[in-house]
T-cell receptor, first 113, second 112 residues
Framework: DAGVTQSPTHLIKTRGQQVTLRCSPKSGHDTVSWYQQALGQGPQFIFQ???????QRGNFPDRFSGHQFPNYSSELNVNALLLGDSALYLC????????????FGPGTRLLVL | KQEVTQIPAALSVPEGENLVLNCSFT??????LQWFRQDPGKGLTSLLL?????REQTSGRLNASLDKSSGRSTLYIAASQPGDSATYLCAPESGGSYIPTFGRGTSLIVHP
């Protein structure tokens, strides 16, 4: 049973560019959440997708947007990249009705130059 | 807004010691609380999940306790080993969709 997978593993962009990160949830899960983890910090919640809609959102600007597909996979898009967007981006999946824990993927390391 | 504090921020110990990692949170209305391990540059591995109705959970050499009323959780690591070296993150879950709020973690080094 494959766990949560994310792609790419590493990415380098320049300021002002746009980036798309991808996540496939654990088999049987229907909910995907995205987190940003800056160096030396704990992960910060960006948003959560369920039934192809954004259900909850953390304190992140509109430059951060997402999408969930019918197969429950998800994308995180960041526009107009800033140096401060450099971080490890983590995806987590869960079952909305289960009230259970979230399972995290290995993350995508984004470096903005 | 939930705020999570972890003490100590860093810990360096010789192999074999019993360790105590502390976590405090400001909003006691939580559903569950998880402890995670994170190796450098890697994702999160769930170690223990304590449901709101429980007071502790154990897995091998790890034991986590939860006192919701005082907003505290403690992770005990028995007989530490070099392979335990990692950052340990505490994350109480609140809100309608079990969204965890993370502390900054305790960075642990266990040297032989």
């Amino acid at each position: 049973d494959a766990g949560v997978t994310q792609s790419p593993t590493h990415l380098i962009k320049t300021r002002g560019q746009q980036v798309t990160l991808r996540c496939s949830p654990k088999s049987g899960h229907d909910t995907v959440s995205w987190y940003q983890q800056a160096l030396g910090q704990g992960p910060q919640f960006i948003f959560q997708y369920y039934e192809e809609e954004e259900r909850q959102r953390g304190n992140f600007p509109d430059r951060f947007s997402g999408h969930q597909f019918p197969n429950y996979s998800s994308e995180l898009n960041v526009n107009a990249l800033l140096l401060g967007d450099s971080a490890l981006y983590l995806c987590a999946s869960s079952l909305m009705a289960g009230g259970e824990t979230q399972y995290f993927g290995p993350g995508t390391r984004l470096l903005v130059l | 807004k939930q705020e999570v504090t972890q003490i100590p921020a860093a810990l360096s110990v010789p192999e074999g010691e019993n360790l105590v990692l502390n976590c405090s949170f400001t909003d006691s209305a939580i559903y569950n609380l998880q402890w995670f391990r994170q190796d450098p540059g890697k994702g999160l591995t769930s170690l223990l999940l304590i449901q709101s109705s429980q007071r502790e959970q154990t897995s091998g050499r790890l034991n986590a306790s939860l006192d919701k009323s005082s907003g505290r959780s403690t992770l005990y690591i028995a007989a530490s080993q070099p392979g335990d070296s990692a950052t340990y993150l505490c994350a109480p879950e609140s809100g309608g969709s079990y969204i965890p709020t993370f502390g900054r973690g305790t960075s642990l080094i266990v040297h032989p």
